[in-house]
């Protein structure tokens, strides 16, 4: 098993682990570790599996605090390769959550408005009861109930339609379609906030600061539909192609999606070190990167 370290402060310094660190967020959170000459070191496949339990038990022995970002995330996929995703997103995480518990360390794992059906007609609180609606939410949702049940020192972060430079995501395949497509129908129905994986890594360096326990939403400031996301990026980068909005269900999906995914972020406001940028900030500045 092999590993990527990161920039080291001084031989004090408490080493981070980020699990999942290749990842679309991972990436992203080392990059903002190094920034901050934080002492870290990323674990992900293929040399390492979050579900073996021989290599997460050597990795948590590294440290005393832990970021998963490990996660099984193909939303559509979850629907038949359910046990997979429960392996990674739950079981790992329970695993992870016990063997915290005895070292001591604490873990800072990343969640999902997936949790939520998006039924509500207001943006969700951390007290909003879950009701997950599709198999990859309700993995990830045995996975934070796994976690507070094994009593570790935890911290649950819940982001929403994130966007980055290392990872598939709604904004990148907005361009790819816009390339080869002069009409484009764009779903008017789902609600939330996009949300920078660069802006998350830097909620998630605040996070680790404070250490704090409980559950934090975070996104991108403002509300928007998925269309009104193509419209801006049509916009910024001056795209021929004609736009039209349509309904979740004239897109037959093997997985259910919420129409509304908006978080209240007031929680996790007082802990970050500076103001929530609004959605529209980061994205422009992603859109000048591709």
């Known amino acids: 098993m092999s590993a990527s370290p990161g920039s080291t402060s001084s031989p004090q310094a408490e080493k981070v682990v980020i699990l999942g660190g290749k990842g679309m967020l991972g990436s992203d959170v080392a990059i903002e570790c190094k920034n901050r000459g934080i002492d870290f070191e990323v674990f992900d496949l293929p040399e390492f599996d979050v579900t073996n339990e021989q290599q997460l038990m050597s990795v948590v022995r590294k440290a005393r605090t ?101 990872g598939d995501n709604f904004i990148k395949k907005i361009l790819q379609k816009a390339r080869t497509q002069k009409d484009m ?63 979740t269900s004239d897109f037959p999906s093997a997985a259910v999606r919420p129409l509304n995914s908006r978080f209240d972020c007031s929680k996790i406001r007082p802990l970050l070190s500076a103001p929530i940028k609004s959605w529209q900030t980061p994205l422009e500045e992603f859109l000048k990167k591709l």
């Open 66 to 166: 832990i970021v998963n970002c490990a996660a099984y995330t193909n939303v559509e996929k979850a629907e038949t390769e359910t046990e997979l995703a429960f392996r990674v997103n739950a079981e790992a995480v329970g695993r992870l959550a016990e063997l915290a518990r005895k070292s001591g360390a604490w873990v800072l794992h990343i969640s999902t408005d997936f949790v939520f059906d998006g039924a509500s007609d207001k943006p969700y609180t951390e007290k909003d009861i879950p009701h997950p609606i599709n198999a990859y939410g309700r993995t990830k949702l045995a996975g934070e109930r796994l976690l507070v049940e094994n009593r570790c020192r935890y911290c649950i972060m819940r982001v929403e339609w994130t966007y980055g430079l290392n």
């Open 185 to 247: 129908k764009v779903v008017d129905d789902q609600f939330g906030s996009p949300t920078a994986t660069t802006e998350a890594a830097k909620a998630v360096c605040d996070l680790m600061q404070k250490k704090p326990t409980g559950i934090y939403h975070f996104a991108g400031q403002g509300y928007v539909s998925r269309l009104g996301v193509a419209q801006f990026i049509v916009e910024k980068l001056a795209l021929d192609v004609q736009l039209a909005g349509c309904k």
